[in-house]
């Protein structure tokens, strides 16, 4: 039976399709990598991997190997989960991948619910769901705003939401107030960076915003918020946080308003695993509590 460390940083490599990535995933250095899937092939007497400049490739024994170390993967996951759930007690780490807004203004917010609950659990938050991919072990759950693609995913809606248009208290006595759609062409908009913007769900409001002056832009909405919390300009953020904020004051709210979607994913295998379980039932609390805003 081979080194159960070495078999996860083997599998690392496959799915991030590199050394490096497969460090930075486990958050080792590349020259604990490299030394272990050495050994890791000098004991099986084979070839694993071809490192590449472009990453890392399996060979037809690496392929091989991969599916037999899936299996074990599965295997000492689930039986870790059951010796920590004997005696009612959840534990281990569970990584969660979020947009942004839901992970600030949602989860953060409430994440001492979960540590009292379960003190053992450890939370891990990445806040960007894009390019997270739950079949390579990237992440336990995603939170993304469009239905995921990846087949073999257990896939549920978590909730809809409202996007609206935002000024704060300042900036519309310093400019006065926003009786229609195109008094904005005469004002500033906190927007998205053009380049940044590739996915749809990102393009919701472009139209309004056309002819506007675009006079801070960011990738992070968290950066939006306070550029407009700041009096910068007006901006498009979620209602369920904005409409708390008493420094800002929600503008058009009948013309400007359009409805998403979050989405939550989970590996099939890791679904009933009672850390993952534990942490899907706290996000749908988190949700049931904002229903109102929602």
Same mark, same amino acid.
């Given at each position: 039976?081979?080194?159960?460390?070495?078999?996860?940083?083997?599998?690392?490599?496959?799915?991030?399709?590199?050394?490096?990535?497969?460090?930075? =995933?486990?958050?080792?250095?590349?020259?604990?990598?490299?030394?272990?899937?050495?050994?890791? /092939?000098?004991?099986?007497? &084979?070839? +694993?991997?071809?490192?590449?400049?472009?990453?890392?490739?399996?060979?037809?024994?690496?392929?091989?190997?991969?599916? $037999?170390? %899936?299996?074990?993967?599965?295997?000492?996951?689930?039986?870790?989960? $059951?010796?920590?759930?004997?005696?009612?007690?959840?534990?281990?780490?569970?990584? +969660?991948?979020?947009?942004?807004?839901?992970?600030?203004?949602?989860?953060?917010?409430?994440?001492?619910?979960?540590?009292?609950?379960?003190?053992?659990?450890?939370?891990?938050?990445?806040?960007?769901?894009?390019?997270?991919?739950? +079949?390579?072990?990237?992440?336990?759950?995603?939170?993304?705003? $469009?239905?995921?693609?990846?087949?073999?995913?257990?896939?549920?809606?978590? &909730?809809?939401?409202?996007?609206?248009?935002?000024?704060?208290?300042?900036?519309?006595?310093?400019? %006065?107030?926003?009786?229609?759609? /195109?008094?904005?062409?005469?004002?500033? #908009?906190?927007?998205?960076?053009?380049?940044?913007?590739?996915?749809?769900?990102?393009?919701?409001?472009?139209?309004?915003?056309?002819?506007?002056?675009?006079?801070?832009?960011?990738?992070?909405?968290?950066?939006?918020?306070?550029?407009?919390?700041?009096?910068?300009?007006? %901006?498009?953020?979620?209602?369920?946080?904005? =409409?708390?904020?008493?420094?800002?004051?929600?503008?058009?709210?009948?013309?400007?308003?359009?409805?998403?979607?979050?989405? +939550?994913?989970?590996?099939?295998?890791?679904?009933?695993?009672?850390?993952?379980?534990? #942490?899907?039932?706290?996000?749908?609390?988190?949700?049931?509590?904002?229903?109102?805003?929602?």
């Amino acid at each position: 039976m081979e080194n159960w460390d070495d078999i996860r940083i083997f599998l690392a490599v496959a799915r991030q399709g590199g050394l490096t990535s497969a460090a930075t =995933s486990l958050g080792i250095n590349h020259s604990t990598v490299a030394r272990r899937l050495s050994g890791l /092939e000098k004991r099986l007497r &084979t070839k +694993l991997v071809i490192r590449t400049p472009n990453g890392a490739m399996l060979t037809s024994a690496g392929q091989q190997f991969f599916a $037999h170390a %899936g299996r074990i993967e599965r295997e000492t996951l689930a039986a870790e989960q $059951h010796v920590y759930s004997a005696d009612g007690t959840v534990s281990g780490k569970v990584r +969660l991948a979020t947009r942004e807004a839901f992970g600030a203004w949602l989860v953060c917010p409430r994440i001492n619910l979960l540590k009292r609950r379960h003190p053992d659990l450890k939370l891990d938050l990445i806040s960007e769901a894009r390019n997270i991919s739950l +079949l390579k072990r990237d992440a336990d759950i995603t939170v993304s705003l $469009h239905y995921p693609s990846q087949r073999r995913v257990i896939v549920q809606k978590l &909730t809809d939401y409202r996007l609206g248009l935002f000024a704060s208290h300042d900036y519309l006595r310093e400019y %006065g107030p926003i009786h229609a759609v /195109e008094d904005l062409k005469d004002r500033d #908009v906190i927007w998205y960076v053009d380049e940044f913007v590739d996915m749809d769900e990102q393009r919701y409001m472009q139209r309004i915003i056309a002819n506007s002056r675009q006079s801070f832009c960011s990738t992070n909405i968290l950066a939006q918020y306070a550029a407009m919390a700041s009096g910068m300009g007006v %901006g498009i953020i979620p209602v369920y946080h904005a =409409s708390q904020d008493p420094t800002l004051v929600r503008v058009l709210p009948d013309d400007v308003e359009e409805m998403r979607t979050y989405w +939550l994913s989970v590996h099939p295998e890791a679904q009933n695993l009672p850390n993952v379980r534990a #942490v899907i039932d706290f996000l749908g609390e988190v949700v049931r509590e904002k229903k109102n805003l929602f």
